[in-house]
């Protein structure tokens, strides 16, 4: 893939591999931190020390019943688990050697199941699967909380998979290598011990690895640092280095490219979340691939590809920053730089990601936050054309091609997957080909709650510095502008993440069903306009992010849609911090904050656990410059006595080994020694999702509802 680290790492928010498994002890207080030396709540880092857990549970103690007894909570709870182990949702599948792959849970198997069918079967109501793994019958065999975290199969025609299993939903997870013939894991095979690795196949008997191995081989953010060629039979240890990072790299990565003819090995490093510098492997030397540092490089056939973070002035022409940049690949590698452009940005529309089939390459566009789909495709004299793919509109598109390009006759080889939803339309899959404008639908998830009656708008507020931030608004039926509905306003905000529609069975039955206004942010910092929309909200411009959302809520109650006693706001992770932040900011704003897994003590934050990698979005605040910008914004820092906050919910899991819960932990510490009103829970297992299973996800949104109602309630 182009950007397999940036895509993985944003996808996941913060992070997709690095990092210990969990913090047992507190992180070092160094010198540069001296602020954070008077903290008197550092003992919450202690993960699973006996004095911090006990708080935990003390707190949870306290925050389930309150939740527990608003009257809606059993019937959600049991609602929402129905709604996601529901057997008519859609199967998503990716396709490799003539299979399509999915991974699957539902009331019978909880932990899931990772199974397999033809197109033929697939297509077919209810397909025969062939189960190729069943995760419950193995967590109960081995007596462990396994959590699917991925397989990554060699194909053509090997039958082997590294596949990673996680313990509770933790980012970190062992991996084990699986014989898809005798469905059995192959003993003495290549296996890992629990760490946040990165491992690819280079053939049957070879793979490049990067894992904890021993001091020094991890970088500051805890991602591997270190790539070893390992070869079958040998003990890890005799694995032999080909590449390394420095010390202070977000993470090393190797990624290999099977495709007969076109075979290649790229190594790379990322020295920040937004920037890499790639190799290409010769004869086993690494030879730098000279590109801009923020620039994302892949190669495709006898093409390289280049996707734009920055204007590139380069062979009397300047790219702008967004665009898609095509080249041949050998003269590329040459020094040559003759680019076609398959995309250039414009005020409204964006990238949002490319795939290729056999022949063609698939570009997922971004037009004022609704999605559109191009196919791109190269004839015999070298020139490129588009041909636009008819799909539905309004709404967000996807498409991903489905040509396994270690199959030589590939019947999947011009097919691709296209997927459409919207606020009020439940998602579909279609099966389309470049050969032809039909798309045929597959798969159609149920309705899942009356959408009649209710209305989408999208609407614009006006920033602190004049910038237009555009919103969508999701209308319950009957509702009218009176200043008076209950309204949740959703945000995110950060590390180039587009916020898009999206149906919710969720917000469908215990939200909109009963008269509750939805909003989603489009807010500076996410991607919905390109690189530019990103950047002009990190580091010392981090704030424009909070003032956006700000502006959306202030939009919100000028146009009567609702007025601060009815507003809740919530977010995730990078999107807890923002919701952290302008509770701070403006509490006369809001009287609901939903804080999931979020970012709170930004003084700290680099020291743990993934939190270095991340001074690309944030800045360094060990840096006393950065601090400074820094140090305005950081909830946990910001927190007074005497100011009237709303009582938030936060939530967080102990097993979130990449954002610390301690930032969740020591909010909650400082607002109750503050004498302000809070409610904290914490999941033990989850990871970063705070949910291991469908029943835990399940029992977190009927916890999150019932304390909207709560709080919002008329």
Not at 351 to 358: E, I, R
Not at 538 to 558: E, P, T
Request: contains cysteine; neutral net charge; glycine residues 8%.
């Amino acid at each position: 893939m182009p950007n397999h680290l940036l895509t993985s790492l944003a996808a996941a928010l913060i992070g997709a591999a690095g990092a210990p498994a969990m913090a047992q002890t507190p992180s070092p207080v160094t010198p540069a931190t001296a602020a954070a030396e008077a903290d008197p709540y550092l003992w919450l880092e202690d993960v699973t020390g006996d004095k911090a857990l006990a708080w935990v549970r003390e707190r949870n103690a306290a925050t389930r019943p309150q939740l527990e007894a608003h009257p809606d909570f059993q019937a959600n709870r049991t609602r929402f688990k129905e709604i996601l182990d529901s057997k008519e949702s859609i199967p998503m599948a990716h396709h490799q050697g003539g299979w399509l792959y999915n991974f699957w849970r539902d009331e019978q198997h909880p932990r899931g199941l990772w199974r397999r069918a033809t197109l033929a079967e697939y297509r077919k109501p209810q397909p025969a699967w062939d189960v190729v793994l069943d995760l419950d019958a193995l967590a109960k065999a081995e007596s462990e909380n396994w959590v699917w975290a991925g397989a990554n199969c060699l194909g053509g025609r090997s039958n082997r998979c590294l596949i990673s299993l996680s313990r509770g939903g933790a980012d970190a997870s062992v991996v084990r290598e699986f014989d898809l013939a005798t469905r059995r894991f192959v003993d003495g095979g290549f296996t890992l011990p629990e760490a946040k690795s990165m491992v690819d196949w280079l053939d049957e008997n070879t793979v490049f690895v990067g894992t904890d191995f021993g001091a020094g081989s991890l970088t500051d953010s805890g991602y591997p640092r270190v790539i070893k060629r390992w070869k079958r039979g040998e003990p890890l240890s005799a694995a032999v280095t080909v590449y390394e990072g420095q010390k202070t790299d977000v993470s090393a990565f190797a990624n290999v490219d099977h495709t007969p003819g076109f075979e290649r090995v790229v190594f790379g490093r990322s020295p920040d979340f937004f920037s890499t510098e790639m190799a290409l492997w010769q004869g086993d030397k690494a030879v730098v691939i000279d590109k801009p540092a923020d620039a994302q490089l892949s190669f495709w056939r006898d093409l390289v590809f280049v996707e734009l973070r920055s204007d590139w002035a380069v062979g009397g022409k300047t790219w702008p920053r967004g665009s898609l940049l095509v080249a041949d690949a050998a003269a590329y590698l040459r020094g040559e730089r003759a680019f076609t452009a398959l995309f250039t940005p414009t005020a409204t529309r964006s990238l949002a990601g490319y795939s290729t089939t056999k022949t063609r390459v698939l570009l997922n566009v971004l037009d004022n936050v609704s999605g559109r789909a191009e196919a791109w495709h190269r004839d015999a004299k070298g020139q490129w054309a588009k041909k636009d793919i008819v799909a539905p509109y309004p709404g967000t598109l996807h498409v991903t091609g489905l040509h396994d390009a270690q199959v030589q006759d590939d019947p999947l080889a011009e097919n691709f997957f296209a997927t459409y939803t919207d606020f009020l339309t439940p998602d579909t899959l279609s099966l389309g080909a470049t050969s032809s404008d039909a798309l045929e639908k597959l798969k159609a998830r149920p309705t899942f709650f009356d959408a009649t009656g209710m209305k989408v708008e999208q609407r614009f507020a006006t920033s602190k510095d004049g910038t237009k931030v555009p919103y969508f608004v999701v209308w319950p039926k009957g509702a009218k502008a009176d200043g008076s509905n209950p309204t949740l306003l959703y945000g995110y905000g950060g590390f180039e993440v587009s916020m898009n529609p999206a149906y919710s069975g969720a917000l469908g039955n215990a939200w909109y069903s009963k008269g509750g206004v939805y909003v989603l942010a489009n807010i500076r910092g996410g991607g919905e306009f390109g690189p530019g929309w990103h950047q002009a909200a990190i580091k010392q411009n981090k704030q424009k992010s909070y003032d956006d959302f700000i502006a959306v809520a202030q939009d919100l109650i000028a146009q009567k849609i609702t007025d601060a006693r009815h507003l809740g706001i919530q977010g995730g992770s990078n999107g807890g911090l923002l919701v952290g932040a302008v509770m701070v900011q403006r509490p006369d704003l809001f009287n609901a904050v939903v804080c999931q897994v979020p970012l709170l003590d930004m003084r700290r934050f680099n020291q743990l656990l993934a939190g270095a990698s991340w001074m690309g979005e944030y800045g360094n605040p060990d840096v006393p410059e950065e601090w400074g910008w820094i140090s305005k914004y950081s909830p946990y820092q910001n927190l007074k006595a005497g100011v009237k906050y709303p009582k938030p919910l936060i939530i967080t899991s102990t097993r979130d080994d990449r954002v610390h819960p301690a930032h969740a932990r020591k909010m909650a510490a400082r607002m109750i020694e503050q004498g302000h009103p809070v409610l904290y829970h914490e999941y033990i297992e989850g990871g970063h999702s705070a949910a291991a299973d469908n029943a835990q996800r399940a029992d977190r949104q009927a916890l999150e509802f019932a304390y909207l109602w709560q709080q919002l309630g008329r």
